[in-house]
T-cell receptor, first 113, second 114 residues
Framework: ELKVEQNPLFLSMQEGKNYTIYCNYSTTSDRLYWYRQDPGKSLESLFVLLSNGAVKQEGRLMASLDTKARLSTLHITAAVHDLSATYFCAVRSQETSGSRLTFGEGTQLTVNP | DARVTQTPRDKVTEMGQEVTMRCQPILGHNTVFWYRQTMMQGLELLAYFRNRAPLDDSGMPKDRFSAEMPDATLATLKIQPSEPRDSAVYFC????????????FGQGTRLTVV
């Protein structure tokens, strides 16, 4: 059974600081997603990472994938308050058919002024 | 602006009542997912469909939950009878099999069973 673990689960940081969220998964995967969820809202797709060494950046967020280590990171640069949200990684296992995703527990990020 | 549409957005019902949630996937998407989100369990996959056929519904309590896709533009999730422990936000999501893009989520249905 595919397990996806994120850490930290809660992150409180100051504006302007940098930090990294980690996502570990337990079996081989060919696709990893990062989503953002604001309170009471839906999940918004941020990144899709398809191969080992893949790196994608959007604004102050950068995601990377190391399939050998079964690890993805979401790096936040010079955080701003607008980035406060819950961030989920989700993994598609190569061992299961179809497109089902298994989600991590989520990292609740609070950026303080 | 293509999006996944879910109705209703909020539903409050009494225990024992039937609840039906509806989802219109993005036009052209052939994979549809139902997820449930709670504080305790996080995001759980309940069921998913490819080309309207159910591929996996192992996450769904079979005695009370049922999911169907009557046509390519409509997916339904039904709970009968509903119980307080079913209170959660139910998300529908759609995607395109084989595409390297993402899976897109609807706004969710917040269900409260009292």
């Amino acid at each position: 059974e595919l397990k996806v673990e994120q850490n930290p689960l809660f992150l409180s940081m100051q504006e302007g600081k940098n930090y990294t969220i980690y996502c570990n998964y337990s079996t081989t995967s060919d696709r990893l997603y990062w989503y953002r969820q604001d309170p009471g809202k839906s999940l918004e797709s941020l990144f899709v990472l398809l191969s080992n060494g893949a790196v994608k950046q959007e604004g102050r967020l950068m995601a990377s994938l190391d399939t050998k280590a079964r690890l993805s990171t979401l790096h936040i640069t010079a955080a701003v308050h607008d980035l406060s949200a819950t961030y989920f990684c989700a993994v598609r296992s190569q061992e299961t058919s179809g497109s089902r995703l298994t989600f991590g527990e989520g990292t609740q990020l609070t950026v303080n002024p | 602006d293509a999006r996944v549409t879910q109705t209703p957005r909020d539903k409050v019902t009494e225990m024992g009542q039937e609840v039906t949630m509806r989802c219109q996937p993005i036009l052209g998407h052939n994979t549809v997912f139902w997820y449930r989100q709670t504080m305790m369990q996080g995001l759980e996959l309940l069921a998913y469909f490819r080309n309207r056929a159910p591929l996996d519904d192992s996450g769904m309590p079979k005695d009370r939950f049922s999911a169907e896709m009557p046509d390519a533009t409509l997916a339904t999730l039904k709970i009968q009878p509903s119980e307080p422990r079913d209170s959660a936000v139910y998300f529908c999501a759609s995607g395109l099999a084989g595409w390297t893009g993402g899976t897109f989520f609807g706004q969710g249905t917040r269900l409260t069973v009292v």
